[in-house]
């Protein structure tokens, strides 16, 4: 995980870059285009600070605020325009994709922001660059970016006091709060990321061609219990899909507190069972003493037995 920030000239003035890249801040998106043209009729152009990330070497890259006109396509060409302008390529294209202030004009309605969201993204995508998206927690929810069918879409989702929520699909950067402090940013408050892969560092060319990848949806904390019980865990579904079981281990790699492993039992979407029950393994050692991992692909949700006296973590990936 790397942490991130997003900006904009109106609301944050950074006055020293250094500073910001001493605070661990490793990419920077900047508010670059807003409709059909720069933000605040032309008043807070992002320029400075795009050149101030590059200049200390800080991949950044631009973020588009969507408005309900122009088309979609047009919207895609002003935010291309700009990266291409400002060669703020370091990190994707990001469609913002969020209501107006109440009083600052109307939203796009709900019922056309996947088609708005998919036609944009193509568009950037039929430009040479790999599109990007934000979104809050509760449209992830309604819209299921990972499902828009766009390639190689980098998904960006913002809930602040917890991890996105499984509902929402899978997602490479999470938006974990919209008050945080960096030195160097002279502001009220700056939002801070943390990037789950390094997807939105591909830059100003198209993705790469995929290998089948391994992306962390989510980091459960998993209560202690002196008795065998279990847990319910969601998956995404994938090929990929499977669990780390993550003991809390010390410096030599393992722990003096396992977890004792019950079985797995894993459903596909089609509700038919998926992966296997570790305890009808003919020389399952049950004692986990340091980090296993399970594949169960296809599966979208799997009860796992346990039994630990600390607490411990498990990973669910896809």
Not at 41 to 61: C, F, H, K
Not at 260 to 269: E, F, K, L, R
Request: aromatic share 8%; charged share 20%; glycine share 12%.
């Amino acid at each position: 995980m790397a942490l991130g920030i997003d900006i904009y000239s109106r609301f944050q003035t950074v006055t020293n870059w250094q500073a910001v890249k001493d605070h661990g801040v490793t990419f920077v998106f900047v508010k670059l285009t807003d409709g059909g043209g720069l933000p605040n009729g032309g008043r807070n152009t992002g320029d400075a600070l795009v050149a101030g990330a590059r200049s200390v070497g800080i991949p950044v890259g631009g973020y588009h605020f969507a408005q309900p006109t122009p088309s979609p396509e047009a919207q895609a060409d002003v935010l291309i325009g700009e990266v291409r302008r400002l060669g703020a390529t370091g990190c994707v294209p990001m469609l913002d994709l969020e209501d107006n202030p109440p009083g600052s004009g109307p939203s796009i309605p709900d019922g056309r922001k996947r088609d708005f969201s998919i036609r944009f993204c193509n568009r950037v995508a039929a430009q040479g660059f790999r599109p990007g998206i934000y979104m809050n927690n509760a449209h992830a929810k309604m819209l299921r970016p990972d499902q828009f069918g766009v390639q190689d879409l980098v998904i960006w989702i913002a809930r602040y006091g917890a991890k996105p929520d499984p509902a929402a699909g899978r997602y490479d950067i999470h938006q974990f709060s919209d008050s945080g402090h960096v030195s160097g940013i002279r502001a009220s408050s700056v939002d801070l990321n943390e990037s789950y892969t390094n997807a939105h560092l591909t830059g100003g060319g198209a993705a790469p061609k995929r290998k089948a990848t391994t992306e962390l949806m989510e980091r459960r904390t998993i209560a202690a219990s002196a008795s065998t019980t279990s847990v319910r865990l969601l998956l995404s579904g994938s090929e990929s899909a499977a669990i780390i079981v993550r003991p809390r281990i010390d410096g030599d790699g393992i722990t003096d507190a396992p977890v004792w492993q019950g079985n797995i039992y894993a459903w596909g979407s089609d509700k038919v069972g998926v992966g296997g029950n570790p305890l009808q393994t003919p020389g399952f050692n049950p004692k986990t003493v340091s980090h296993r991992r399970y594949a169960l692909p296809g599966a979208v949700w799997a009860d796992y037995e346990y039994s630990s006296n600390v607490e411990f973590e498990i990973d669910i990936v896809g």
